[in-house]
């Protein structure tokens, strides 16, 4: 349980500290900083997804 409550603060913590580095990597490309952001930001919560999804079928097939 304290696993689960450890790796759970990671989550919020990961998204500001990526978003920042692809701020200061391109600090004077706006445009190309907005993309990278959409980009950043729609991997993440897909990658979230798919794992939710593996997770839960590796669950259901083990019976837990």
Same mark, same amino acid.
């Given at each position: 349980m304290l696993s689960? =409550? =450890? =790796?759970g603060a990671?989550?919020?913590g990961i998204v500001p500290l990526a978003l920042g580095r692809v701020q200061e990597l391109l600090v004077h490309h706006s445009t190309e900083q907005k993309g990278a952001w959409i980009r950043a930001t729609t991997s993440f919560a =897909? @990658?979230?997804?798919?794992?939710a999804s593996g997770?839960?079928? @590796?669950f259901?097939?083990?019976?837990g």
């Open positions: 689960s =409550v =450890v =790796v990671f989550t919020p =897909v @990658l979230q997804a798919v794992a997770m839960s079928y @590796l259901a097939a083990k019976g």
